[in-house]
C-alpha cells in the first residue's frame, strides 16, 4: 500500500512555470500525472515506466512538460513550462502497485492503485 501526496501547485502566469511533485509512501511501479476540470473527463498528462527510462505524453504537453522520478527519494516529478489558461486544473499523481510497469504506451487511468488528493493548478491570460 502507498499513499501519495501531491504538492507545488499554484497560481501563474501565461508562459509561466510550475513544478509538481509527488511524494509517495512506499515502492511503486508505473506512475504518472493525470488533471481533470470540473465537469470533464479525467484525462492522463504523462507517464513514466518504473525505472524510468520511458515517458509518454499527451500531446497537447509534449515540448513543455516533462516527467521524471527519483525512486530513492521516491518523488514523481512534473516540470511544466510555456503554461497557457487551458492547463488550469486539479492534477493528481496516480501510481502502480510495486513492481507493476505497464511497458509501452500510455497506462489508462484505471491502471493506476493509488491516487492522491490533486495539487490545484490556476493559470491566468
Known amino acids: 500500500q502507498a499513499q501519495l501526496v501531491e504538492s507545488g501547485g499554484g497560481s501563474v502566469q501565461a508562459g509561466g512555470s510550475l513544478r509538481l511533485s509527488c511524494q509517495a509512501s512506499?515502492?511503486?511501479?508505473?506512475m504518472g500525472w493525470f488533471r481533470q476540470v470540473p465537469g470533464k473527463e479525467r484525462e492522463g498528462v504523462a507517464a513514466?515506466?518504473?525505472?524510468?527510462?520511458?515517458?509518454y505524453y499527451a500531446e497537447f504537453v509534449k515540448g513543455r512538460f516533462t516527467i521524471s522520478r527519483d525512486n530513492v527519494k521516491r518523488t514523481l516529478y512534473l516540470q511544466m513550462n510555456s503554461l497557457n489558461p487551458e492547463d488550469a486544473a486539479m492534477y493528481y499523481c496516480?501510481?502502480?502497485?510495486?513492481?507493476?510497469?505497464?511497458?509501452?504506451?500510455?497506462?489508462?487511468?484505471?491502471?493506476?492503485?493509488?491516487w492522491g488528493q490533486g495539487t490545484q493548478v490556476t493559470v491566468s491570460s
Open positions: 513514466i515506466s518504473t525505472g524510468g527510462s520511458r515517458t
Open positions: 496516480a501510481a502502480a502497485q510495486w513492481p507493476r510497469d505497464y511497458g509501452l504506451g500510455f497506462p489508462p487511468a484505471a491502471y493506476f492503485s493509488y
Open positions: 512506499g515502492q511503486t511501479g508505473s
